[in-house]
Nanobody, 122 residues
Framework: QVQLVESGGGLVQAGGSLRLSCAASGRTFRRYYMGWFRQAPGKDREFVARITLSSGWTYYADSVKGRFTISRDNAKNTVYLQMNSLKPEDTAVYYC???????????????WGPGTQVTVSS
């Protein structure tokens, strides 16, 4: 089992940057594909980015491509989401999740963190 805890959220002005972290418990972190999702007020949770086991491949939603970067440090059991050029529409609760399969759909992810709030002011 994997337990996940996000951190790094906060309030930032449009055009600014934030780096989210997701710390995982357990020795099996390197076996899991990791993803970031977000849920804006009144909207469904949506896929943001994912990364393979050894960081060889990353994939992004079109809405964040070129602005966000996902990375992981298996030695630290941590996955990151660097968010640059933030926009008000990026305001959401951001969740990290772990999956044994490479996927962008939520139901493929077995473990979720509680989320961290990101608010971008205009």
């Amino acid at each position: 089992q994997v337990q996940l805890v996000e951190s790094g959220g906060g309030l930032v002005q449009a055009g600014g940057s934030l780096r989210l972290s997701c710390a995982a418990s357990g020795r099996t972190f390197r076996r899991y594909y990791m993803g970031w999702f977000r849920q804006a007020p009144g909207k469904d949770r949506e896929f943001v980015a994912r990364i393979t086991l050894s960081s060889g491949w990353t994939y992004y939603a079109d809405s964040v491509k070129g602005r966000f970067t996902i990375s992981r440090d298996n030695a630290k059991n941590t996955v990151y989401l660097q968010m640059n050029s933030l926009k008000p529409e990026d305001t959401a609760v951001y969740y990290c999740a772990a999956s044994l399969t490479l996927a962008t759909t939520q139901n493929a992810y077995d473990y979720w963190g509680p989320g961290t709030q990101v608010t971008v002011s205009s």
